[in-house]
């Protein structure tokens, strides 16, 4: 038996997986906020590919909701704007990203999840596997449905001890 991160991953690429390894896993969901959306947004246009599910796709408003200014009522509006063409199914505002994916059960044992900031290993208190990426890795991530190695050129997350 390993780590709960070496057993959730091979339980979803379906081999044992050790720690300093490099492997390629299914991404149950992935998840930016609108502090992260606007970069990873105008990273997804460069690509021109469809997102890999957008029902798999959790945009969060939790930072500067309502919006204090017009600037972040603009850049609010552009990531409303992007969620309709891509049509995303998830988007909420009822509170802080992290908890809000909890209590509305995204966050289930055994799920991979990578999110936009640093806070989304929090996952882990619930028996999943959660990531922060970044908002360049999450354009791979959300492109194409796999962590690690995606076909954006991301860098590979390792299982560590």
Not at 25 to 39: I, R
Not at 111 to 138: E, N, P, Q
């Amino acid at each position: 038996m390993g780590t709960m991160s070496e057993e959730i991953l091979s339980r979803k690429v379906g081999r044992e997986v050790r720690a300093g390894e490099i492997v390629i896993v299914p991404v149950d969901y992935v998840m930016a906020h609108d502090q992260t959306s606007p970069l990873a947004i105008e990273s997804f246009r460069k690509l021109g590919k469809p997102l890999f599910d957008p029902q798999r796709t959790i945009i969060v408003f939790d930072h500067i909701i309502p919006a204090a200014t017009v600037q972040a009522a603009t850049l609010q509006r552009g990531i409303r704007s992007w969620m309709a063409e891509e049509q995303v199914g998830n988007f909420l505002q009822d509170g802080i990203c992290h908890q809000v994916l909890v209590e509305r059960g995204f966050v289930t044992p055994g799920a991979v999840i990578v999110g936009a900031d640093s806070h989304s290993c929090t996952y882990g208190a619930l028996g999943a596997f959660g990531t922060g990426d970044g908002l360049y890795g999450h354009r791979g991530r959300a492109r194409d449905g796999q962590d690690v190695a995606t076909r954006a050129g991301d860098r590979p997350i390792r299982a560590h001890r």
